[in-house]
């Protein structure tokens, strides 16, 4: 019987193998050679070394910490009302419906709406305003990459309030507990690991994006994710691009410990 387990866990393996493991392992040695293949660390020097390579992970850190926060004050309140509306089946598929979209073809659907001749300023034309340079800003990057991302914070969100036993929101309200209080004490602390799983969603991802600061923040929003691309496909310098992305995956790795290692210590509590 265990033989026939191990079987079953075979193609899960090769997949990790394959496709997680030895790509890092192919990143990890460009990071630690040069253009000749000798062992150096030059790389990470140079990268910690350069006032350029520092802002852009800056720069990183700030739009992911803004994409993230915007999308949660979108998605919080969102979650909660469609735990209590009718329908929620069908309001929860209406929310997953533009995940299913290509990226690419949002981005470009969002390129004729912000441009100088889309939607918007034709709207903004109506009153006499414009034409108003919306796209290739940092508005309009913050704003795209978080319409893209609000469905992978609402539904961890939404998981975790349905899961909250109404009585416990009812006792509060018995209590006394002003409507502040009840969300402060009970719904708030009882949903928080749902907010971090979408945070984790939501962080991690955006401090890689790279197409939409290509197509929608143009040439002025710089983030490592950018570097990366310049660096593989332009300047075809692959040992600097690969460090670039050894770095980056430990600043995720980061994150992934300092929200799971807050977990863990709630079940302990617990």
Do not use: C
């Amino acid at each position: 019987m265990k033989n026939k387990k191990a079987l079953f866990l075979i193609p899960y393996y090769l997949w990790i193998l394959l496709f997680v493991i030895l790509p890092i392992l192919l990143i990890a040695w460009y990071a630690l050679t040069d253009s000749n293949n000798h062992f150096t660390l030059n790389n990470f020097v140079q990268f910690f070394k350069n006032g350029t390579f520092l802002r852009m992970m800056f720069n990183s850190f700030w739009y992911a910490f803004l994409i993230t926060l915007l999308t949660l004050v979108i998605s919080y309140p969102a979650a909660y009302f469609l735990t209590k509306v009718k329908n929620q089946q069908l309001w929860l598929l209406l929310i997953i419906l533009p995940t299913w979209i290509n990226l690419l073809l949002k981005a470009y659907a969002f390129i004729g709406i912000l441009g100088n001749d889309g939607l918007v300023n034709k709207f903004l034309h109506l009153f006499g305003i414009g034409p108003v340079n919306l796209l290739f800003t940092d508005f309009a990057f913050i704003f795209v990459a978080t319409y893209i991302e609000i469905p992978f914070m609402i539904l961890p969100i939404y998981n975790a309030i349905k899961e909250i036993n109404p009585a416990v929101i009812q006792a509060s309200e018995d209590l006394g507990a002003s409507h502040f209080q009840t969300f402060y004490y009970v719904l708030w602390p009882l949903s928080k690991p749902g907010v971090e799983s979408g945070v984790q969603a939501i962080f991690i991802p955006s401090l890689s994006l790279f197409m939409l600061t290509r197509l929608i923040g143009g040439n002025r929003v710089i983030t490592l994710g950018t570097a990366i691309e310049e660096y593989f496909m332009t300047t075809m310098n692959w040992n600097m691009g690969a460090t670039i992305g050894v770095i980056l995956i430990i600043l995720m790795i980061i994150v992934m410990l300092l929200t799971g290692s807050k977990r863990k210590k709630k079940r302990v509590n617990l």
